[in-house]
């Protein structure tokens, strides 16, 4: 039998109606093979689908939301608010958020290859994005 793991979000949350994710990987650390990523979907068929999934497999099955974010603002928010909730003690908050202010974003950087970075995409670009994205998963 293997492991469900997702948030519990109270009555009414936004999240509740995001599209939603499921991860399975191995439940044993011995076990290594790249996790299979499936989704999106709602939240209820996620959690139905990973349930029977991991119900007679060694597998963990994380189901979360997919944050639509539109900008590289939006993003930034989101990991802050994470690494918040995620820290014990307001300083090494503080300590997180000071040290990406000192960061200038709007350089050019390169990844490991060399290659240089992509701009990132606009939020219409993004919202298009989403709508070929819609249609090609309800083609």
């Known amino acids: 039998m293997g492991a469900l793991v997702t948030l519990e979000l109270p009555a009414g949350s936004p999240q509740l109606d995001l599209p939603w994710i499921i991860t399975f990987g191995p439940l044993d650390d011995e076990e290594e093979w790249e996790p299979v990523v499936c989704g999106p979907y709602e939240r209820a068929h996620a959690l139905a689908l990973a349930q029977h999934v991991v119900a007679d497999e060694d597998l963990m099955a994380v189901v979360e939301p997919l944050l639509p974010a539109t900008s590289i603002e939006q993003i930034r928010g989101e990991i802050s608010v994470a690494q918040r909730l995620a820290s014990e003690e307001a300083d090494e908050i503080d300590d997180v958020l000071d040290d990406d202010a000192e960061h200038d974003h709007d350089?050019?950087?390169?990844?490991?290859?060399?290659?240089?970075?992509?701009?990132?995409?606009?939020?219409?670009?993004?919202?298009?994005?989403?709508?070929?994205i819609s249609a090609r998963l309800t083609a």
């Open 107 to 132: 350089h050019d950087h390169e990844d490991e290859d060399g290659h240089a970075a992509l701009e990132p995409p606009s939020e219409a670009e993004l919202k298009a994005a989403f709508a070929r």
